[in-house]
């Protein structure tokens, strides 16, 4: 007798367990498939792991960018339209074939579990913070580390910095610290003229090569989104 009734509620414990692990099963699913929504269409996070955005971000800082769907390419139409001096995140394949469906789920289900400070087994896709510094139509040039940008339907030039929507600061390599008389170890640059859909990145820290000068034209459909807090650490707390 009181070995059927250890047999029932051992049964039964069984079935209880097996229901609590469903149930959080289904609500880690759950979790995870808001996750996919919100960091396709509205908000992610990131994470600092270089000095390439130095002073602005650093290593350690964390925070949250809004997500590529918010800004169509269509700028006019945009709520959130690109501006020079902007932060953008992107998002840069190594590799000219394009991940299968699976690849892609894996590397979210990755970015969610290690609050994007992996990317998974792909080392061949990599998130980059830069800020832009000329738009679709603007003309580009650099000398002794000096950038000059001419915006389309204008006459004359003006540097980063009198152009840029917000200010900042860059770290410039000490003179003679060049490495080459070619990009990307130069302080010189040809003057370059964007096409449409293009745009032209920087890292703040100019001595980091991983921008522009090293990879070309940025398409605007490479954006990922734009960071806009840094809510940790906390000293440094507050909007981007």
Same mark, same amino acid.
């Given at each position: ?18 229901? *609590?692990?469903?149930?959080?099963? +289904? ?11 919100? +960091? ?7 994470? !600092?792991? +270089? ?17 590529? *769907? ?13 501006? *020079?001096?902007?932060?953008? =995140? ?18 979210? &289900? ?15 896709? $990599?998130?980059? !913070?830069?800020? !832009? ?13 000096? =950038? ?12 980063? &910095? ?9 770290? =410039? ?8 008389? =070619? ?9 370059? *003229? ?44 507050? $909007?981007?």
């Amino acid at each position: 007798m009181i070995y059927k009734k250890w047999q029932r509620y051992s049964y039964t414990a069984q079935r209880q367990q097996r229901h *609590r692990l469903l149930v959080a099963i +289904s609500w880690l699913l759950a979790v995870f498939l808001l996750y996919l929504v919100l +960091s396709s269409y509205l908000i992610f996070s990131f994470y !600092i792991e +270089s000095n390439s955005m130095e002073k602005t971000l650093i290593p350690g800082d964390v925070g949250f960018a809004l997500a590529t *769907r918010l800004f169509p390419l269509d700028q006019s139409s945009s709520l959130f339209p690109y501006k *020079r001096g902007s932060l953008v =995140v992107l998002e840069k394949s190594f590799t000219a074939d394009p991940y299968p469906w699976y690849t892609r789920l894996w590397n979210n &289900f990755v970015d969610f579990f290690t609050a994007q400070r992996s990317s998974g087994p792909n080392e061949d896709r $990599r998130l980059f !913070i830069k800020r !832009i510094i000329a738009l679709p139509g603007d003309e580009i040039s650099i000398k002794n580390h000096i =950038v000059r940008v001419k915006p389309a339907q204008q006459d004359y030039s003006l540097t980063e &910095f009198e152009l840029s929507a917000v200010p900042y600061d860059v770290k =410039v390599p000490e003179s003679g610290a060049e490495r080459g008389n =070619v990009l990307p170890f130069s302080s010189d640059m040809d003057t370059l *003229r964007l096409k449409d859909g293009e745009c032209f990145v920087l890292s703040d820290d100019r001595s980091d090569c991983n921008d522009s000068r090293t990879w070309g034209p940025v398409l605007l459909s490479d954006i990922k989104g734009k960071p806009f807090f840094r809510y940790w650490p906390f000293s440094r707390f507050g $909007r981007l």
